[in-house]
């Protein structure tokens, strides 16, 4: 029996999952100034999943690599978002 298909999926999902809340109180605590924190995540986690010897670890190291990669397309979204009023914007952060 072959779980690691089974358990990237899952990995993924909880990835996902994890990386939504964080871009939202990030945009709100911080704003977009953050953004490189998520790139530097990104491609740490990019240059341990090439030296990882596992495949299953390789390949979550990659899912959290571009998940954070795509996190800083999502902060200037969440941005967006909170001009328009759908999420609300922090009153003691400056703008």
């Known amino acids: 029996m072959n779980l690691t298909g089974l358990i ?21 605590h911080l704003g977009t100034r953050c953004w490189w924190a998520f790139l530097l995540l990104g491609l740490v986690c990019i240059g341990g999943s090439i030296l990882a010897a596992n495949d299953v670890v390789s390949t979550l190291l990659s899912v959290v690599a571009f998940s954070s990669l795509w996190s800083i397309l999502e902060l200037f979204k969440q941005k967006k978002r909170v001009e328009r009023g759908w999420f609300p914007q922090n009153p003691k952060r400056k703008q």
Do not use: D, L
């Open 8 to 28: 990237i999926g899952a990995s993924t999902f909880v990835c996902i999952g994890v990386f939504h809340p964080i871009v939202i109180k990030a945009e709100y």
